[in-house]
């Protein structure tokens, strides 16, 4: 009768693999095994995330949010730009007809306020106050 040797190495790979096999056995029940449901208690319970409520309306299905800051603008008789930072973004110069974002255009602009439409919505903006002009001449100032 033959007396059965293993060698160290053939060992240390049969234990090798032996251990894979455990660790995906393992891992195949533990990840194939259905996530358990959130009964309704659970899920009413948590509060609402204000950030994500906020994410949720900027980039979720529906309208556009628009959010434009008029810096100024400037009107002649035939002509009129404005200066808008649109959703902020960095303040740029548009005219009328450009589009200002995703479904909204740029229709007039008017002495106190620019007029967007969105969506199919007409938005009104206000300008900016103009500062009392300063007197003509020379002025004293108080020491």
């Not at 234990?15 to 208690?41: C, D, E, F, T």
């Not at 994500?52 to 730009?81: H, M, N």
């Amino acid at each position: 009768m033959r007396r059965w040797t293993m060698q160290p190495a053939n060992a240390v790979l049969i234990a090798g693999g032996l251990a894979a096999l455990a660790g995906a056995g393992y891992w195949g029940v533990k990840l194939g095994r259905p996530l358990p449901a959130l009964s309704s208690v659970q899920a009413g319970s948590q509060a609402p995330d204000p950030a994500a409520q906020a994410l949720a309306a900027w980039f979720g299905p529906g309208d556009v949010r628009l959010d434009v800051v008029v810096s100024g603008l400037i009107k002649t008789a035939g002509r009129a730009a404005v200066v808008l930072a649109v959703n902020g973004a960095a303040p740029r110069a548009y005219v009328v007809g450009d589009e200002l974002a995703q479904s909204a255009r740029l229709r007039g602009i008017e002495r106190e306020a620019i007029i967007v439409d969105s969506a199919g919505r007409t938005l009104r903006f206000p300008a900016p106050q103009r500062a009392q002009p300063e007197p003509a001449g020379i002025v004293r100032v108080p020491r």
